[in-house]
């Protein structure tokens, strides 16, 4: 059965600090992974990554892709309140469906 | 448009009842997804549109759940009979559905609540 696995479903932590969210993976056809961050109602795009080792960053957010070991892993450096939101991670496999995670609650307090 | 619409953006039902929830994609995306989201809960893939091929059904929690898009741009997900653990928020989204390396771009969702 494909499926995506997230962790930790849930952090809470100090502003400024650094996180790292987890993602694996078991899916057929796997084509790209794309990070997800979903503050109210609408998950907006963070990255997709296809290759390994290749680093996506965007300013305090930077991601990175295992297609061996089938994990990625998104970190955020200087945590702000502002960070605090669901992160998801989805797989696409082939030309079709996304899968998503159960994805994790990150919670920045001041 | 510039971006995923759907409608309404709330609904609230009578148990029984049937619903029907619109999503317009982003112009030229030739895919569309619907999912749903429980409270607390990650994203449940419901279907999935590529084109005028045959729609990916196999998310489809019931025969009460149908979905249709016409013409390759609108699309509206049926309810029919409402229940109460119908409810959650709607997602729609959409991308180049083509390639498989194209992100997909969501609307602010439909939030169902059904009474």
């Known amino acids: 059965e494909d499926k995506v696995v997230q962790s930790p479903l849930s952090l809470v932590v100090h502003e400024g600090d650094t996180v790292t969210l987890n993602c694996s993976y078991e899916?057929?056809?796997?084509?790209?992974l794309l990070w997800y961050k979903q503050e109210k109602k609408a998950p907006t795009f963070l990255f997709m990554l296809t290759s390994s080792g290749i680093e996506k960053k965007s300013g305090r957010l930077s991601s990175i892709l295992d297609k061996k070991e089938l994990f990625s892993i998104l970190n955020i450096t200087a945590t702000q309140t502002g960070d605090s939101a669901i992160y998801l991670c989805a797989v696409r496999q082939g030309a079709q469906k996304l899968v998503f995670g159960q994805g994790t609650r990150l919670t920045i307090n001041p | 448009g510039a971006g995923v619409s759907q409608s309404p953006s709330n609904k609230v039902t009578e148990k029984g009842k049937d619903v029907e929830l619109r999503c317009d994609p982003i112009?030229?995306?030739?895919?569309l997804y619907w999912y749903r989201q429980s409270l607390g809960q990650g994203l449940e893939f419901l279907i999935y549109f590529q084109g005028n091929s045959a729609p990916d059904k196999s998310g489809l929690p019931s025969d009460r759940f149908s979905a249709e898009r016409t013409g390759g741009s609108v699309s509206t997900l049926t309810i029919q009979r409402t229940q109460q653990e119908d409810s959650a928020v709607y997602l729609c989204?959409?991308?180049?559905?083509?390639?498989?390396?194209?992100?997909?771009?969501f609307g602010q969702g439909t939030r169902l609540t059904v009474v």
């Open positions: 112009s030229g995306h030739t895919a």
């Open positions: 899916v057929t056809n796997f084509r790209s």
């Open positions: 989204a959409s991308s180049f559905g083509d390639r498989g390396h194209a992100e997909a771009f």
